[in-house]
């Protein structure tokens, strides 16, 4: 499966963006798919993850209760509704896939397939 993810931008601190990653192929809902985040200067890491059909979701402490992380898979797209957003939130932004039956979690390492990035600047 192929991922592009778009949405990024330049927004200030308190406002709201949502990312957007549509894959290409006829099994996207077999999937389940997964954000990363990656600062300059630091480590990827691990922001949202949600289940093959929407259901399951789980979040890294960090965003909870400010980013939402939701699917539509008759259009082949998951989002990141990200808002209250604070410069610490400057990060290119990954989706991700990964193809192991009932896994939705924060482990890099499990998801099979990347997006190529999108920037979010978050100006204080």
């Known amino acids: 499966v192929q991922l592009q993810a778009s949405g990024g931008g330049l927004v200030q601190a308190g406002g709201s963006l949502r990312l957007s990653c549509a894959a290409s192929?006829?099994?996207?809902?077999?999937?389940?798919m997964g954000w990363f985040r990656q600062a300059p200067g630091k480590e990827r890491e691990f922001v949202a993850a949600?289940?093959?059909?929407?259901?399951?979701?789980y979040y890294v402490d960090s965003v909870k209760g400010r980013f939402t992380i939701s699917r539509d898979n008759a259009k082949n797209t998951v989002y990141l509704q990200m808002d209250s957003l604070k410069p610490e939130d400057t990060a290119v932004y990954y989706c991700?896939?990964?193809?192991?039956?009932?896994?939705?979690?924060?482990?890099?390492?499990?998801?099979?397939?990347w997006g190529q990035g999108t920037l979010v600047t978050v100006s204080s």
């Open positions: 192929g006829r099994t996207f809902s077999s999937y389940s």
């Open positions: 949600i289940g093959w059909s929407g259901g399951s979701t």
């Open positions: 991700a896939a990964v193809s192991t039956r009932g896994y939705y979690g924060d482990l890099m390492d499990e998801y099979d397939y």
